[in-house]
T-cell receptor, first 113, second 115 residues
């Protein structure tokens, strides 16, 4: 089983739609969680960190469920500019591994007119 | 401007010819890391460094070396490149403390082809 798993998609949605991505992780000692966005052939950029209480940034909402070991990203009112690959990132901490980050393979989102 | 720079951006080389990809950051970050990205496999961590003279293996360290002699630089060395190291490589940096990683800033990527 992969340490971090995402549905690769692609998700094709019309403008204005609401879309949700899930990401599961296998190591219960994981401490930090993030969603990154990557445009084609570009470097990944932080979209948002994910906190235990859940957090929202405009049209984007991230949730963490430690009991079930998954995080989610919800995008409301999708825009054409939201088209990208969304990467789930988990920081496993423990012993000497406190710097080890594991990325999911990414979920491709395409928003069409 | 805060940034992570990588050089070269594109490189085509032959099997066995040693090469170094440089990475430099100007944000005084403690943490630096190298990743490779391959279709269907996503980003995989090669090596990371929590501070000067402190490096550790990521998920796919075989065939790579790194060094962290200065805080701002974290070069990636391929002593004897092979075709399976053809990939898109990203360097990243962040501030960090034990157990927590903060926002990672990525360099623009280096596309390496080994023939």
């Amino acid at each position: 089983r992969k340490e971090v798993e995402q549905d690769p998609g692609p998700f094709n949605v019309p403008e204005g739609a609401t879309v949700a991505f899930n990401c599961t992780y296998s190591n219960s000692a994981s401490q930090s969680f993030f969603w990154y966005r990557q445009d084609c052939r570009k470097e990944p950029k932080l979209l948002m960190s994910v906190y235990s209480s859940g957090n929202e940034d405009g049209r984007f909402t991230a949730q963490l469920n430690r009991a079930s070991q998954y995080i989610s990203l919800l995008i409301r009112d999708s825009k054409l500019s939201d088209s990208a690959t969304y990467l789930c990132v988990v920081n496993f901490a423990g012993g000497t591994s406190y710097g080890k980050l594991t990325f999911g393979q990414g979920t491709i989102l395409t928003v069409h007119p | 401007e805060a940034q992570v720079t990588q050089n070269p951006r594109y490189l085509i080389t032959v099997t066995g010819k040693k090469l170094t990809v440089t990475c430099s950051q100007n944000m005084n970050h403690e943490y630096m890391s190298w990743y490779r990205q391959d279709p269907g496999l996503g980003l995989r961590q090669i090596y990371y460094s929590m501070n000067v003279e402190v490096t550790d293996k990521g998920d796919v360290p075989e065939g790579y070396k790194v060094s962290r002699k200065e805080k701002r630089n974290f070069p990636l060395i391929l002593e004897s490149p092979s075709p399976n190291q053809t990939s898109l490589y990203f360097c990243a940096s962040s501030s960090a403390d034990r157990g927590n990683s903060y926002e990672q800033y990525f360099g623009p990527g280096t596309r390496l082809t080994v023939t």
